[in-house]
């Protein structure tokens, strides 16, 4: 054509090209061959492990669901909603990808669901947005700096005698209502990190905004983001919750940020996964858990920790069904992090809080990052409280004679003191520095 650029004209066949190849018209299109339950069989040609596809529903609604399994020529997918309006023969498309989330700094003070939506009634701002899988693999062991930075997380009883490494994991074991979520406030509230990242996992939809306005309030929820899946939601979905917190915390490590990452429950999180893993054929084992979840945790777990840009400090709580502590959750989860925190119920009912078993529950890595000062006025307190409690039926019946025994007479002594400095209301702030002082104060003059 004469009188008409030619790079004109290449670039808008260029255009016209581009947006053809990404119009739903010309992509392919499977079908629904089979629904039962969440699992749907699709016959879709280039399908992979992990890619997100959409459903369309009978009234135009797109259904999210992810590729599972395969069983001869067929996907299996499982919903992350619900199927309402999905039949056989409902077309399918793929993204050819995984579930991608919007990360940025625009998440903060923010609620959103595992699929990056916010659920807090306001739009994300994307500008700037970074989209990344929510899942994602472990940093290599050899890219992860040594931990030799304390933690504080403003909880007296932690900070003096399990205290915490920066990129360090802990496990909070407890059963129902012992002040798991309380604590998780009181920490977020009062921790030094930068971010904090919360994953609720099938929780009860009243206490997302109990948790929000009362255990996290205004201050804690400005350096916070929160991922939430409640426990009407299907399996898939609430299993994704941990991953997409995950994924939330390690953009913020990438900031060079001092990351706090809290997980209530990763028991629902696994029963979650249990569903998941029996829908889809595999053999129960344990209390009905399918092998694939236990090689599941110890991945996502293994995300946590130290970059050479920042940090992800973990704490997992796990529900203990029955105070049951040879759960198998349990005892993987235990294995898995570098200590572990146990909450007890009688002490919660003589109206202790934060009902922590000091005596059962361990840092692995204060020896090595912890004062020798500071070891030893802990290591005398943990033996005092073991002394106490040793004999403590003997003394509650009047029993002991008082001289007979001096370093009891001692533990005796001090547990006024030492239950006072255990003990701390959710609105205390206090300081690492100054909790460690006042350990070794009151642990200065003690001979055991």
Not at 16 to 22: A, E, H, L, Q, Y
Not at 278 to 292: D, F, H, Q, R, V
């Amino acid at each position: 054509m004469e009188g008409v650029d030619q790079e004109y004209i290449n670039n808008l066949k260029s255009k016209v090209k581009s947006n053809i190849s990404t119009l739903d018209l010309y992509k392919y299109k499977g079908s629904v061959s089979k629904l039962l339950g969440l699992t749907v069989e699709v016959r879709l040609p280039g399908l992979k492990i992990g890619d997100l596809c959409y459903i369309e529903a009978a009234n135009g609604e797109r259904k999210p669901a992810e590729v599972v399994a395969f069983k001869g020529d067929a996907a299996q997918l499982l919903l992350l909603y619900d199927g309402a309006g999905i039949g056989q023969g409902s077309l399918v498309t793929t993204t050819g990808g995984p579930i991608m989330i919007p990360v940025g700094d625009f998440l903060l003070g923010r609620l959103i669901n595992p699929m990056g939506e916010p659920i807090d009634g306001k739009p994300l701002n994307l500008e700037g947005a970074i989209w990344r899988p929510s899942d994602g693999p472990p940093p290599g062991p050899f890219e992860r700096p040594i931990i030799t930075e304390m933690f504080s997380t403003g909880v007296r009883a932690i900070d003096a005698c399990m205290t915490f490494g920066c990129g360090q994991r802990m496990g909070l074991f407890a059963g129902s209502g012992v002040g798991k979520s309380t604590m998780l406030g009181m920490i977020a509230r009062n921790s030094d990190a930068d971010v904090n990242v919360v994953a609720l996992i099938g929780e009860r939809g009243r206490e997302v905004k109990e948790f929000i306005e009362d255990a996290l309030g205004p201050e804690g929820m400005k350096r916070s983001v929160i991922v939430c899946s409640t426990g009407d939601q299907p399996p898939l979905i609430r299993q994704k919750c941990l991953l997409t917190a995950t994924a939330v915390c390690e953009y913020f490590r990438d900031q060079g940020k001092k990351v706090f990452l809290m997980t209530d429950t990763v028991t629902r999180c696994a029963m979650a996964g249990r569903e998941v893993g029996l829908s889809i054929g595999e053999p129960p084992t344990m209390k009905g858990y399918p092998p694939s979840i236990f090689s599941w945790l110890q991945k996502v777990l293994e995300r946590a920790g130290n970059s050479e840009k920042g940090s992800i400090t973990a704490f997992y709580t796990v529900l203990m069904e029955g105070d049951d502590i040879t759960d198998p959750i349990v005892d993987t989860v235990r294995g898995i992090t570098d200590g572990h925190i146990f909450l007890n119920r009688k002490i919660a009912e003589s109206n202790h809080y934060p009902a922590i078993d000091v005596l059962g529950s361990i840092s692995r890595l204060m020896s090595s990052i912890a004062s020798n000062e500071h070891k030893a006025a802990a290591a005398k307190l943990r033996a005092l409280l073991s002394l106490y409690r040793e004999n403590k039926d003997l003394i509650d019946v009047g029993m002991y004679q008082a001289g007979s025994n001096p370093k009891l007479d001692t533990a005796i002594q001090m547990m006024p003191r030492i239950n006072e400095f255990l003990q701390q209301k959710t609105s205390d702030s206090v300081n690492m520095q100054n909790t460690i002082s006042t350990l070794i104060e009151m642990m200065s003059g003690v001979d055991i």
